[in-house]
């Protein structure tokens, strides 16, 4: 009789291991698709390059390479140009040079 238990314990341990497996795959699925359409999305409005992310004073800007074009997210500008207004120009336009 205990046999019949543990033959049904393991089968419902299996049943919850699948379960919890499909779920991790299915989250997995979903990031990689939300990965995907962000990628696919970070295009360059005006030649289509694919844009490259980098980092300025704490903000990420997207430029292209083949345009040397820079776009800003919402918000972007308006947080540069708070900050110390004295040199960011300067500092700004000394980031691009390689």
Same mark, same amino acid.
């Given at each position: 009789?205990?046999?019949?238990?543990?033959?049904?314990?393991?089968?419902?341990?299996?049943?919850?291991?699948? @379960?919890? $497996?499909? /779920?991790? %795959?299915?989250?997995? !699925?979903?990031?990689?698709?939300?990965?995907?359409?962000?990628? =696919?999305?970070?295009?360059?409005?005006?030649?289509?390059?694919?844009?490259? @992310?980098? $980092?300025? /004073?704490? %903000?990420?800007?997207? !430029?292209?390479?083949?345009?040397?074009?820079?776009?800003?997210? =919402?918000?972007?500008?308006?947080?540069?140009?708070?900050?110390?207004?004295?040199?960011?120009?300067?500092?700004? %336009?000394?980031?691009?040079?390689?």
């Amino acid at each position: 009789m205990s046999e019949i238990w543990d033959d049904r314990r393991k089968a419902l341990e299996e049943d919850y291991f699948r @379960r919890k $497996e499909r /779920e991790t %795959i299915e989250k997995m !699925r979903e990031q990689m698709f939300v990965e995907a359409e962000a990628a =696919a999305a970070l295009k360059c409005p005006r030649d289509h390059g694919l844009l490259t @992310r980098m $980092e300025h /004073e704490g %903000i990420y800007l997207d !430029r292209c390479p083949q345009c040397k074009g820079v776009w800003f997210d =919402a918000g972007e500008m308006e947080t540069l140009t708070n900050r110390e207004q004295e040199t960011w120009v300067d500092r700004f %336009i000394k980031s691009f040079k390689d």
